[in-house]
């Protein structure tokens, strides 16, 4: 059972930079597919964006696309997304997952989370 450890949140103007990491422990995570979802105050946590086993192949929302980018370092069991152009309405704590199959996009598809890590975008 793989576990799942974010980090890299923190406070940023908007326009700009942040990337986060997700370290995987206790299993490889090149056996996953992972994910990027996010929960901002007051709504239901949502999808960003998820990346192949292999990394070939990514997937975002609509919100990320453009400005964020899924990678994975397989030899490093880690997973990142670089987010640029950073706006007010990306705050939110941020959670990596992993899931068996790909392409998924809803959370009752991803058995192992992270604690998240928390990113706020001023004005």
């Known amino acids: 059972q793989v576990q799942l450890a974010e980090s890299g949140g923190g406070l940023v103007q908007a326009g700009g930079s942040l990337r986060l990491s997700c370290a995987a422990s206790g299993g490889s995570a090149s056996n996953y597919a992972m994910g990027w979802f996010r929960q901002a105050p007051g709504k239901e946590r949502e999808f960003v964006a998820a990346?192949?086993?292999?990394?070939?192949?990514?997937y975002y929302a609509d919100s990320a696309k453009g400005r964020f980018t899924i990678a994975r370092d397989n030899a490093k069991n880690t997973v990142f997304l670089q987010m640029n152009s950073l706006k007010p309405e990306d705050t939110a704590v941020y959670y990596c997952?992993?899931?068996?199959?790909?392409?998924?996009?809803?959370?009752?598809?991803?058995?192992?989370w992270g604690q998240g890590t928390q990113v706020t975008v001023s004005e």
């Open positions: 990346i192949r086993w292999s990394g070939d192949t990514v």
């Open positions: 997952a992993a899931s068996y199959r790909w392409l998924m996009i809803r959370m009752v598809d991803y058995p192992y």
